[in-house]
């Protein structure tokens, strides 16, 4: 659920055990440049985040997390779709489709707002609720099912 410019402030002392504290973003300045900014983008962005042991095993152990400019990411990430054969699709849908993922798992909205930084439920209800067929097939069976067993 980060964003790309959480993901290029992350530092290993971000690292505790499988808690990141998400709290510096990359951002560009005045003059076009990327800097660090101390500051999360609103107060809710600064947040701690519980991710799998699997994950935490592959980070740095010192210096930065990732040394690469969001637009880098960006680059990066596309060639990699691209050398992997997977479909284009853009760094920021990753966010997406944690949100949507989290949803289909019955994950209470404060929670998902909560490991994704967001305020209010506003923007998260309007720009990153989706949904997976997969689930919906599951979800129409599970509805259609209790109907059935009423009728």
Known sequence: TLRRSEVCGLY???VNGNIVH????????????????SVAKNGSSDRYVEYPEHVIKELPKSGKICN????????????TLKRIGLPPFRFHDLR???VTIMHALGIPEA???ERGGW??????????RGTRSD??????SQTNSYFDSIL
């Open 119 to 128: 305020k209010t439920n506003t923007v998260l209800n309007q720009v990153y």
């Open 68 to 79: 690469m400019s969001p637009d880098l990411i960006t680059n990066n990430f596309g060639r």
């Open 22 to 37: 998400v709290h510096n973003t990359m951002v560009k300045d005045k003059d076009k440049k990327w800097v660090l900014k």
């Open 111 to 113: 929670y998902i707002m």
């Open 135 to 140: 689930f919906s097939k599951k979800y129409a």
């Open 96 to 98: 997406h489709y944690s």
């Open 12 to 14: 290993f002392y971000d």
